[in-house]
């Protein structure tokens, strides 16, 4: 038998690894594929709390958030193609018009 | 016998997302992202969520990762990039942040989840995994699932007006690929 702790763990390893993408990664795209895999995470901890709680309400919460991410994701891409079309370049750097 | 199973499996997710992290081609960070969502719907199976793992393959692994890709060949962005960093102090700071985010959720599981056991699903998944979800989906979260309907719209017209080519900016691409500048303020609208 696994215990909570081993997937939590596994889990918060994984959101480690998609908040660092983030942070350190310039292309966009990349950017993006991390938010996914912190997304994954969340997912994963909300499927073993199901589990560990003995009801469904956790596993209807990963479904939404299921939702939400491939919205997110619509969304996102036509963003990155808009700013790829402008700026002939995928990389957060040179989206800097309004900075300040 | 779940241990045999969740160990390798772990280990897949850790390491594809880690390289992940540090691939320098996109389609390459496509595919380990892909081979990260086939280990965790795995996971699922293991944690008796077969309805989500089915979800996952279908929406995560087959619809979301089609469109990274078609976005990635779509901009010709599949060439290497450099992975240098030009802001002084970001990347200590990120490891810094990183290794503190680690030990705080460390701290929380270690006081809070220790010694927990899973109570099962056995109980909530004796009518089958799928029935007993969409039991729960249509009446307690009802209006909840209506809401992501009204989401999933506004995102598909979203992205139809972003994705719109506006008529000046046509105009401004055909000089360009032409070579010829015959409307200098388009050149100047696209540089800035």
Excluded at chain 2, 64 to 74: A, H, K, R, S, T
């Amino acid at each position: 038998m696994i215990d909570p702790f081993a997937v939590l763990t596994l889990g918060s390893t994984l959101f480690i690894l998609g908040a660092l993408g983030v942070l350190l990664r310039r292309n966009a795209i990349i950017i993006f594929m991390s938010i996914e895999l912190m997304l994954n995470a969340v997912n994963l901890t909300l499927v073993s709390f199901a589990r560990m709680n003995g009801n469904l309400d956790g596993q209807v919460l990963a479904f939404f958030v299921i939702i939400v991410a491939a919205a997110e994701v619509v969304v996102g891409l036509a963003i990155i193609m808009s700013l790829y079309r402008r700026k002939a370049s995928a990389s957060v750097d040179d989206a800097r018009i309004m900075k300040w | 016998m779940e241990r045999w199973i969740f160990v390798p499996i772990a280990a897949i997710a850790i390491l594809s997302g880690g390289f992940m992290l540090v691939a320098r081609n996109a389609v390459h960070a496509a595919l380990l992202l892909v081979t990260n969502f086939f280990a965790l719907a795995v996971l699922y199976v293991l944690l008796d969520a077969h309805f989500l793992a089915a979800v996952q393959i279908i929406i995560y692994a087959g619809a979301i990762m089609v469109l990274f890709l078609f976005v990635i060949m779509l901009l010709g962005v599949d060439r290497m990039e450099s992975l240098a960093e030009e802001i002084p102090l970001l990347r200590p700071l990120a490891l810094v942040l990183g290794v503190g985010l680690a030990g705080t959720m460390a701290y929380v599981f270690w006081t809070t989840m220790r010694g927990r056991t899973f109570a099962g699903l056995r109980e909530a998944n004796r009518s089958g995994n799928v029935q007993a979800l969409g039991r729960v989906l249509f009446t307690k979260y009802l209006f909840a699932f209506e809401v992501a309907s009204v989401l999933l719209i506004i995102a598909a017209i979203g992205a139809m007006v972003l994705g719109r080519r506006r008529d000046e900016e046509e105009e401004a691409s055909q000089v360009l690929t032409h070579g010829s500048s015959e409307d200098p303020s388009a050149d100047v609208e696209r540089a800035g």
